[in-house]
């Protein structure tokens, strides 16, 4: 099994910063693109940003100049770092990862369990 698990999710005024975390664990054999969604109530899940295990990485263009995505040493976890927070970006984030396991032996897309970003006008 592979765990996601997401912290630094808060509450936030408008102009701040938060920093999201998310590291992958379990029978992990290797990690492939990493990203991060988002989902505001009434609204589809978006994608914000992503990066691969290069290191190329993709931005929405809501968020582009705003938010950097960066990866660990260790490749398994992910970071957010989110300036100039708007009220519009009140959502869960959610942490994604493309993910071959051991255990069971497939690839597949996980999902953390969400956090909650809440930004103050």
């Known amino acids: 099994q592979v765990q996601l698990v997401e912290s630094g999710g808060g509450l936030v005024q408008a102009g701040g910063s938060l920093t999201l975390s998310c590291a992958a664990s379990?029978?992990?054999?290797?990690?492939?693109?990493m990203g991060w969604y988002r989902q505001a109530p009434g609204k589809q899940r978006e994608l914000v940003a992503a990066?691969?295990?290069?290191?190329?990485?993709m931005y929405a263009d809501s968020v582009k100049g705003r938010f950097t995505i960066s990866r660990g040493n260790a490749k398994n976890t992910v970071y957010l770092q989110m300036n100039s927070l708007k009220p519009e970006d009140t959502a869960v984030y959610y942490c994604?990862?493309?993910?071959?396991?051991?255990?069971?032996?497939?690839?597949?897309?996980?999902w953390g369990q969400g956090t909650q970003v809440t930004v103050s006008s």
């Open positions: 990066i691969t295990t290069g290191g190329s990485t």
């Open positions: 379990g029978s992990i054999f290797s990690i492939n693109a």
């Open positions: 994604n990862a493309g993910v071959t396991s051991y255990t069971p032996i497939r690839s597949y897309d996980y």
